[in-house]
């Protein structure tokens, strides 16, 4: 006597059960994609929020202390233009607020490091936009799952049953899954 399983000699020469076992693997085989392309666009969409967020708030840090400096030079030039200044500290002043004004600008712009205003705003509409098409993506992926589970109950349903119909409704709703995954990858709708 031998320890191998019997194999189910009406599974193998019933061509609609093979059939439903096919269609089974195939969008169990989907399933797994789809899951893991939600789980993805899940954790870019919340990693780009993020890094959108700090891009703001370093804008936001850049923002106060480029008004701190303007402010400062606003003093400084009125105290120039009124002669409040003594002549003697008077190019000492105007070497201050030079460099006020360069850190005014310097916040405003800093192509060399990329952490001026301008491009600071650019990096966080960057992070924005991809955090946003993540969002996209992820609904497609969470219907293209709702139903592949759907077309695989039915699927078993109809081995089961051996109603034709649940396996063409399976295999309706498993084409519409594999359409929506790949949908969640690619978003051509």
């Known amino acids: 006597m031998s320890d191998a399983p019997e194999i189910d000699n009406d ?6 059960k093979t059939r439903c076992a096919l269609l089974v693997s195939v969008l169990a085989l989907v399933l ?14 919340t990693m780009e929020n993020i890094l959108a967020a700090n891009a703001y708030n370093f804008y936001q ?5 480029q008004t701190a400096y303007k402010i400062a030079a606003d003093d400084l030039e009125l105290q120039l233009k ?7 500290a008077r190019q000492a002043a105007e070497k201050k607020l030079a460099d006020y004004q360069k850190n005014i ?9 990329g952490e001026g205003k301008k491009e600071l705003m650019q990096k966080a509409k960057a992070h924005e936009n991809r955090r946003d098409e993540a969002l996209d ?7 293209a799952e709702a139903l592949l589970q759907i077309g695989i109950v039915l699927t078993s349903v109809a081995i089961i049953t051996g109603r ?4 063409n409704v399976s295999a309706v709703l498993g084409t519409v899954g594999v359409l929506s995954t790949l949908n969640g990858y690619l978003l051509f709708v």
């Not at 599974?11 to 609609?16: E, G, Y």
């Open 11 to 16: 599974l193998i020469n019933d061509p609609f």
């Open 61 to 65: 840090a850049k923002n106060q202390r």
């Open 82 to 88: 009124g002669g409040r200044v003594p002549t003697e």
């Open 164 to 167: 034709r119909t649940f396996f």
């Open 105 to 113: 600008a310097r916040y405003e712009s800093e192509p060399e490091t």
């Open 32 to 45: 797994a994609v789809a899951s893991l392309g939600g789980s993805n666009a899940a954790k870019e969409a």
């Open 137 to 143: 993506r992820d609904p497609w992926f969470d219907y």
